[in-house]
Each structure stands twice: as structure tokens, then as C-alpha cells.
């Protein structure tokens, strides 16, 4: 399975992006499909990951009320939209897509990685 993340770019502080993951083909409905994130010199973060049967969704506190995962399975495509945006989620943002994991907020936990998408947001 291949995974296109697109729709990063520079944005003012307070702005909006939404992110979009596109699968090469369909998985299992069991699957789970991540983003995760990572900004230069840290280590790479857990954002919000959805089943795509949209029955278990998580977030990381940081982006709690602010960013909304969903999933449309008739396009292969998880969707990322991000609201409220601070110099902070400034990284390069990363779609992943694994099995049924207990730990899906780790990175381990998942199998297939995109290329990535730069964020950039201005204070």
C-alpha cells in the first residue's frame, strides 16, 4: 500500500490547513490510519489516528479541539483538518496506515508511512 499525503503549506497563526492521505488501494476496515508529525530536532509525535470504520478515533492532548480526523472510505482517504493553528504544530506531517493495534498512538504500530507534508505556521 502506498500512502500521498498533500495540503501542507504556510499558514498565519490562528489560520486553517486540512491535510488529506490518500491510499493506493482499499485495506481492511479494521485498519487504522494515523498522523503523526515531526518538527526539526524533536522526535516524531502522534497527532490523531481513525479506523476506517471511523469507530475508534484519538487525539493528542495538544491538538485536542482544534484538529478533526475523518476518514471517506469510497476515496481510500483520511483527512486531517486543523483549526486554531500555532507556531507550534509547526513539522512535517506524516500519514500511517496499520493493523488493529491495543497502542495505535505509537509509531510502531503502524506499517506503511507517507512521504510527508511541510506545515508551516507564522506567528
Known amino acids: 500500500v502506498q500512502l500521498q499525503a498533500s495540503g501542507g503549506g504556510l499558514v498565519q497563526a490562528g489560520g486553517s490547513l486540512r491535510l488529506s492521505c490518500a491510499a493506493s488501494?482499499?485495506?481492511?476496515?479494521?485498519?487504522?490510519m494515523g498522523w503523526f508529525r515531526q518538527a526539526p530536532g524533536k522526535e516524531r509525535e502522534f497527532v490523531a489516528t481513525?479506523?476506517?470504520?471511523?469507530?475508534?478515533?484519538y487525539y493528542a492532548d495538544s491538538v485536542k479541539g482544534r484538529f478533526t480526523i475523518s476518514s471517506d472510505n469510497a476515496k481510500n482517504t483520511v483527512d486531517l483538518q486543523m483549526i486554531s493553528l500555532k507556531p507550534e504544530d509547526t513539522a512535517v506531517y506524516y500519514c500511517?496506515?496499520?493493523?488493529?493495534?491495543?497502542?495505535?498512538?505509537?509509531?510502531?504500530?503502524?506499517?506503511?508511512w507517507g512521504q510527508g507534508t511541510q506545515v508551516t505556521v507564522s506567528s
Open positions: 481513525i479506523s476506517w470504520s471511523g469507530g475508534s478515533i
Open positions: 500511517a496506515l496499520g493493523p488493529p493495534s491495543s497502542i495505535p498512538t505509537m509509531s510502531y504500530a503502524y506499517s506503511y
Open positions: 488501494r482499499r485495506t481492511l476496515r479494521s485498519y487504522v
